[in-house]
């Protein structure tokens, strides 16, 4: 009687053991690739901030409060210069706005490919003349990871009258 249990037991064993090495394990880079295939690499987790937007909880009001900032100190710095004078027709820069994951900034003008009416040289050496000295900022996060992010700003040049 005991052998036969032991004989149905093991039978038992050896059956369901099959079964499990039916199914192959996948291989370490198996795996990786496929999570590096659902990573959407569009998207950020966290959005650059800095220290007076920290205190929200909303990741939409963190990430407007953070673009506010931004605007509203590039016009202030812009504001007290030339550009006004020099291209009085100009009311709008987009600047495109590129945080690294070190911290760092870095200003750059977008014009349209046909603009001719300004000196896009000009401009581009007073946006890197006067942007400058920002508070810091806190980069984007990536599943945990500081990474660059970019965006274009459109930024109003507000008239001193």
Not at 24 to 35: C, F, G
Not at 74 to 80: A, D, E
Not at 123 to 149: C, E, M, N, T, Y
Request: aromatic letters at 10%; one cysteine or more.
């Amino acid at each position: 009687m005991k052998k036969t249990v032991q004989i149905l037991l093991g039978g038992a064993f050896f059956f369901t053991s099959c079964q499990w090495m039916g199914n192959p394990v996948p291989s370490e880079k198996e795996l990786l690739e496929k999570q590096i295939k659902e990573i959407n690499w569009k998207e950020v987790d966290v959005y650059p901030s800095i220290a007076d937007c920290e205190a929200l909880t909303d990741a939409t009001q963190k990430k407007q409060c953070f673009f506010e900032f931004l605007s509203a100190t590039i016009q202030q710095k812009l504001s007290i210069d030339t550009l006004k004078v020099l291209f009085p027709k100009l009311d709008t820069i987009e600047v495109k706005i590129t945080v690294n994951p070190d911290a760092s900034l870095e200003f750059e003008p977008q014009f349209p490919r046909d603009t001719v009416a300004y000196d896009t040289i000009k401009i581009d050496s007073i946006l890197k003349v006067k942007l400058v000295d920002f508070p810091k900022v806190h980069p984007a996060i990536k599943r945990g990871i500081p990474v660059k992010s970019q965006f274009i700003l459109p930024v109003i040049i507000k008239s001193e009258q």
